[in-house]
């Protein structure tokens, strides 16, 4: 990897050219912003923020004094053009979110595509992202991960979102606030395996920063530890899915769906195409899944056992 010092490329790198610089600040610990980004910060005639309280704070540490405008989710539309035309007029400008990197589950991406449409330079000043901070300490050795940032709100969807995200053969990393993370830790031990593997990053880089690295089936425990455990910042990753274990869930799901609509045998010959397995073997497989549920469903119906009669405990 080539490393480049500014005096390598000449005087012109000490200029700070117009353009729109993406610039990512830290995720809780002040002193993690970087050289560049603040050179940057110090320098640039605008800065765009999320939240203009928030990156004051930034600004005040730096010594940083340029106009702020605010540019979040509700006005990014009209900004993205007043910042174009800023730019035309041949002003630097950055753009920050409240932490972390800017586009990065914040707002940040309409702005940018403005930028671009307009034709005018883009410059991003790489930096802290909660995502890459765990991913870093996570110890997982799949080196592909999807970033699915914050799960849907609703239970159910949350739910079927999880059974999908179950079945990725990459890590899969997660955004959670701590209003919905005992649902979340719930939901996740119910879709994954109980051995699979689950690293929580809490209040990354700041004062009661704590990392836990469990099986799936034990974080709804280690959150009910402590009520600290449950406070803070959250983001989440679990491993891949094992390559035989994905393959059988997804033939799973398919054959439920499948036999709700078709007859077990032409619903087994519908997902052997689908999944390149052996007919027969589904057809098994889609009869055992059947009798699980006939059995599930004729527990539910059972009247509980009266107290005190032969067989009750
Ligand atoms: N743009 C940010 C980034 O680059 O990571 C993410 C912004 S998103 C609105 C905020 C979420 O990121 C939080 O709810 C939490 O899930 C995660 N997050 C941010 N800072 C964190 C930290 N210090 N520790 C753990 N998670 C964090």
Same mark, same amino acid.
């Given at each position: 990897?080539?490393?480049?010092?500014?005096?390598?490329?000449?005087?012109?790198?000490?200029?700070?050219?117009?353009?729109?610089?993406?610039?990512?600040?830290?995720?809780?610990?002040?002193?993690?912003?970087?050289?560049?980004?603040?050179?940057?910060?110090?320098?640039?005639?605008?800065?765009?923020?999320?939240?203009?309280?928030?990156?004051?704070?930034?600004?005040?540490?730096?010594?940083?004094?340029?106009?702020?405008?605010?540019?979040?989710?509700?006005?990014?539309?009209?900004?993205?053009?007043?910042?174009?035309?800023?730019?035309?007029?041949?002003?630097?400008?950055?753009?920050?979110?409240?932490?972390?990197?800017?586009?990065?589950?914040?707002?940040?991406?309409?702005?940018?595509?403005?930028?671009?449409? /307009?034709? &005018? *330079? @883009?410059?991003?000043?790489?930096?802290? %992202? =909660?995502?890459? !901070?765990? $991913?870093?300490?996570?110890?997982?050795?799949?080196?592909?991960?999807?970033?699915?940032?914050?799960?849907?709100?609703?239970?159910?969807?949350?739910?079927?979102?999880?059974?999908?995200?179950?079945?990725?053969?990459?890590?899969?990393?997660?955004?959670?606030?701590?209003?919905?993370?005992?649902?979340?830790?719930?939901?996740?031990?119910?879709?994954?395996?109980?051995?699979?593997?689950?690293?929580?990053?809490?209040?990354?880089?700041?004062?009661?920063?704590?990392?836990?690295?469990?099986?799936?089936?034990?974080?709804?425990?280690?959150?009910?530890?402590?009520?600290?455990?449950?406070?803070?910042?959250?983001?989440?990753?679990?491993?891949?899915?094992?390559?035989?274990?994905?393959?059988?869930?997804?033939?799973?799901?398919?054959?439920?769906?499948?036999? /709700?609509? &078709? *007859? @077990?045998?032409?619903?087994?010959?519908? %997902? =052997?195409?689908? !999944?390149? $397995?052996?007919?027969?073997?589904?057809?098994?497989?889609?009869?055992?899944?059947?009798?699980?549920?006939?059995?599930?469903?004729?527990?539910?119906?059972?009247?509980?056992?009266?107290?005190?009669?032969?067989?009750?405990?």
């Amino acid at each position: 990897m080539d490393l480049e010092h500014p005096e390598q490329r000449g005087p012109e790198a000490e200029r700070l050219e117009p353009g729109l610089y993406v610039v990512a600040t830290p995720i809780g610990r002040l002193s993690d912003l970087g050289l560049r980004a603040t050179d940057v910060l110090r320098r640039v005639d605008v800065v765009a923020a999320e939240d203009t309280r928030t990156s004051r704070v930034l600004l005040d540490h730096i010594g940083a004094r340029p106009t702020l405008v605010a540019s979040h989710e509700h006005n990014e539309a009209r900004t993205a053009q007043s910042i174009v035309e800023r730019l035309r007029a041949g002003q630097r400008v950055a753009l920050i979110s409240d932490a972390g990197t800017p586009g990065i589950s914040d707002p940040g991406a309409r702005v940018v595509a403005a930028v671009h449409d /307009a034709g &005018l *330079p @883009v410059i991003p000043v790489p930096g802290p %992202a =909660a995502v890459t !901070t765990l $991913l870093s300490v996570a110890g997982f050795t799949e080196p592909r991960f999807r970033f699915e940032g914050f799960l849907p709100a609703r239970p159910k969807a949350r739910r079927d979102r999880l059974a999908q995200l179950a079945r990725s053969d990459a890590v899969v990393v997660l955004y959670e606030s701590p209003h919905r993370i005992v649902e979340t830790a719930d939901d996740l031990a119910a879709a994954l395996e109980p051995g699979r593997r689950v690293v929580v990053g809490r209040e990354l880089t700041k004062r009661f920063e704590q990392l836990h690295r469990c099986a799936a089936a034990e974080l709804p425990a280690w959150l009910a530890a402590d009520p600290d455990h449950r406070r803070g910042e959250f983001v989440l990753a679990f491993d891949a899915a094992a390559a035989e274990v994905s393959e059988v869930q997804l033939a799973d799901t398919l054959l439920d769906a499948l036999c /709700a609509e &078709l *007859p @077990v045998r032409q619903a087994a010959r519908i %997902a =052997a195409r689908a !999944t390149g $397995l052996r007919a027969n073997d589904l057809y098994r497989r889609a009869l055992a899944l059947r009798a699980g549920r006939e059995e599930e469903a004729d527990e539910a119906d059972r009247p509980p056992p009266v107290s005190g009669a032969p067989g009750s405990a």
